[in-house]
């Protein structure tokens, strides 16, 4: 079992930085797959960014490739997603979630879906205005 816990949303403005972790416990050695979701009310969650734990190969959306970079810290056992240039459209609750991957990949070159992902975090808010 795996838990994870999200924290660093916070109120930025237009072109400001933030850095969202994920803490997480449990038998985390077991998920192969880690990535960060967003949702907004009203409309589905989607895929923001993903990564292979154990090369770190890494999967961005067109929406944030080059303003958000997804990393991992195994000895911290927590996963970052750094926002750089944030823009109010990126406001959202962000979530983490984690997979072992059972169906052979973490993403595909059309995404990273939430219906591949186990487990889940509660959340933390970005709001960019």
């Known amino acids: 079992h795996v838990q994870l816990l999200e924290s660093g949303g916070d109120s930025v403005q237009a072109r400001g930085s933030l850095r969202l972790t994920c803490t997480t416990s449990?038998?985390?050695?077991?998920?192969?797959?880690m990535g960060w979701f967003r949702q907004v009310p009203g409309k589905e969650r989607e895929g923001v960014a993903g990564?292979?734990?154990?090369?770190?190969?890494?999967y961005y959306a067109d929406s944030v490739k080059g303003r958000f970079t997804i990393s991992q810290d195994d000895a911290k056992r927590t996963l970052v997603l750094r926002m750089n240039n944030l823009k109010p459209e990126d406001t959202a609750m962000y979530y983490c979630a984690a997979d072992w991957g059972g169906r052979g990949y973490c993403y595909t070159e059309w995404g990273i879906s939430p219906a591949d992902f186990g487990y889940w975090g509660q959340g933390t808010q970005v709001t960019v205005s």
């Open positions: 449990g038998d985390i050695k077991s998920q192969n797959c």
């Open positions: 990564i292979y734990r154990s090369v770190g190969k890494a």
